[in-house]
Nanobody
Framework: QVQLVESGGGSVQAGGSARLSCAAS????????VGWFRQRPGEAREGVAA????????SYADSVKGRFTISRDDGKNTVYLEMNNLKIEDTAMYYC??????????????????WGQGTQVSVSS
């Protein structure tokens, strides 16, 4: 059974950093696409970053390029989202999700079929 558990959320000041973890079980995260998504109150969920086994490299939303880094620890079957220079607009519930492997993993939520419960990140001034 595929299971994803997010952790690492919390309250951070603008300009600060945080690292989210997505612990996977029931499948090998290095053989699939794992993506991070976020949803602000009253808004649609949007893709943030994704990583997979393909040669295409990680994918990032334009709004987080240069600030967020997605990585994977195969030994722990865990995918991380390192977030730096956080902005107030990064405040959201963050989810990880998984889907089949692609050469370059998409960051469109419709492509993903298994989701975690989410972890809240709140950025204040």
């Amino acid at each position: 059974q595929v299971q994803l558990v997010e952790s690492g959320g919390g309250s951070v000041q603008a300009g600060g950093s945080a690292r989210l973890s997505c612990a996977a079980s029931g499948f090998a995260s290095n053989g699939a696409c794992v993506g991070w998504f976020r949803q602000r109150p009253g808004e649609a969920r949007e893709g943030v970053a994704a990583i997979g086994p393909g040669l295409g490299g990680p994918s990032y939303a334009d709004s987080v390029k240069g600030r967020f880094t997605i990585s994977r620890d195969d030994g722990k079957n865990t995918v991380y989202l390192e977030m730096n220079n956080l902005k107030i607009e990064d405040t959201a519930m963050y989810y990880c999700a998984t889907t089949q492997a692609y050469r370059r993993c998409p960051i469109t939520q419709e492509e993903y079929d298994s989701w975690g419960q989410g972890t809240q990140v709140s950025v204040s001034s």
